[in-house]
């Protein structure tokens, strides 16, 4: 039996990160609506985010076409010295209630013309469904793997994309409870492969401990 070890460069690593927090307040859903970027901690968040890979062989970073998540992108890209690329594959899910404020027995999901939308929650109902979500990103995830074939990207994208493509790459059902998503801001859900093989799924959040002190002087301001 060959026990020899895939080459170096048959590795190749997938580092999909989530944009930093949008100033958003009037915390609408603000979805692919333009105009929404990066807050003074999302701008933050992703500088940590970058740093968090100082020193790693990241050769390709891609990013939603959002503004969020090209913010988000341009610290990777200074710290690489590459120019960041653009995916449409890797966007924001559509959906009903964009734009409008969705917050739980509020805003638009108080009326009970809306409720029709909730009627079924594993497509969903009230949006893109989740295989399309997941094939568009499985599609830029390989896209990706073959950019920096043997080396490491960085992938900029949403939150319900990148759930989605985690449970379709693990082989899970795609309908799920959102408040058991693990992916928060400015977090790093990795990929690692041998050659065009998924291995192994890595995740962290750089920027926990800075959002852990914003919250801690928030609560202190308000005190």
């Known amino acids: 039996m060959s026990t020899a070890q895939p080459k170096s460069d048959d590795r190749t690593v997938v580092h999909v990160l989530r944009h ?16 929404y970027k990066l807050s003074t901690l999302g701008e933050q968040m992703a500088e940590v985010a970058a740093r968090s890979l100082e020193g790693r062989d ?6 939603s076409p959002l503004e969020r998540a090209q913010q988000t992108a341009e ?19 559509e959906n009903f209630f964009e734009g409008k404020v969705v917050s739980v ?8 013309r809306n409720w029709w939308r909730l009627r079924d929650p594993f497509t969903p109902s009230w949006g893109e469904p989740y295989r399309m979500i997941a094939k568009r990103m499985f599609t830029a995830l390989h896209a ?15 939150q319900l994309p990148i759930w989605t493509l985690r449970r379709y790459a693990e082989g899970k059902r795609l309908w799920h409870d959102p408040r058991r998503r693990q992916c928060a801001l400015a977090s790093l859900t990795s990929f690692h492969f ?15 401990a800075l959002v852990a002190q914003s919250a801690t002087a928030a609560q202190a301001k308000g005190a």
């Not at 930093?20 to 105009?35: D, Q, S, T, W």
């Not at 027995?105 to 009970?112: F, M, T, W």
């Not at 291995?199 to 750089?206: H, L, R, W």
Request: proline share 6%.
């Open 194 to 208: 041998e050659g065009s093989k998924l291995v192994g799924i890595g995740y962290d959040e750089p920027a926990a």
């Open 144 to 158: 990706a793997r073959v950019k920096a074939q043997g080396h490491e990207a960085v992938c900029v994208s949403h």
């Open 58 to 63: 990241v050769t390709y970073v891609v990013a």
């Open 20 to 35: 930093g927090e949008v100033h958003n307040p009037a915390r609408i859903l603000y979805g692919r609506i333009p105009g």
């Open 105 to 112: 027995g509020d805003g638009a999901l108080r009326s009970p």
């Open 75 to 93: 610290p990777f890209g200074k710290l690489f010295a590459t120019q960041v690329a653009v995916d449409e594959d890797l966007i924001e899910s």
